[in-house]
């Protein structure tokens, strides 16, 4: 039951590691929402935790990404959003636990998966030169994502993004059973 008591309040957190598309396919899964005419919003967690310096003990800023995110879901749902759609990385149990708890509301986890190949060649398209310290980063944080992710299993499913953003959209709204 949502937060207004007559309607139903859900979220979906797209994840996956560096390059595979959450962005990207989180706002298609927008538009599809649009079309549908269900009040929604997109959030982009990394801009929840984009803060310097981080502190020693929370590298990636999860604390205030979750403060963060805590009141947006809040100003979304209070504003009339009906579904929460967020892009982000969730690397364990506990991880999903603490963001379903910051948004209070029934929270689906969907994994997009692409072959490293594929994501090697839009980390490049991205960042440039395979020169660039910034790729060599992304591209060892997206190996090491895949074999975190592959062994939390914290996603209810999982969709290949092999193929137009669109269309993967278009799965993952499906398996929600949203659209």
């Given at each position: ?20 598309g ?36 929370d ?27 967020l ?8 991880g ?18 692409a ?16 020169d ?48």
């Amino acid at each position: 039951m949502g937060a207004d008591g007559d309607r139903s309040h859900r979220a979906l957190l797209i994840t996956g590691p560096v390059g595979v598309g959450k962005t990207s396919v989180a706002e298609a899964v927008g538009d599809l929402l649009a079309g549908a005419a269900i009040p929604h919003a997109v959030i982009d967690l990394d801009w929840l935790a984009c803060y310097w310096p981080s502190p020693t003990d929370d590298p990636f800023n999860f604390a205030l990404e979750l403060r963060n995110l805590r009141s947006l879901a809040r100003n979304y749902l209070d504003a009339g959003a009906d579904c929460l759609v967020l892009a982000g990385v969730v690397e364990n149990r506990a991880g999903r636990e603490r963001y379903a708890e910051a948004i209070g509301v029934d929270l689906a986890v969907c994994r997009l998966s692409a072959d490293l190949a594929v994501i090697r060649q839009r980390l490049i398209q991205r960042h440039g030169s395979a020169d660039d310290d910034g790729l060599r980063w992304h591209l060892r944080r997206s190996r090491e994502l895949e074999q975190i992710l592959d062994l939390a299993g914290v996603e209810d499913f999982t969709v290949t993004t092999d193929r137009p953003v669109a269309d993967v959209a278009k799965a993952v709204a499906t398996a929600t059973g949203w659209v």
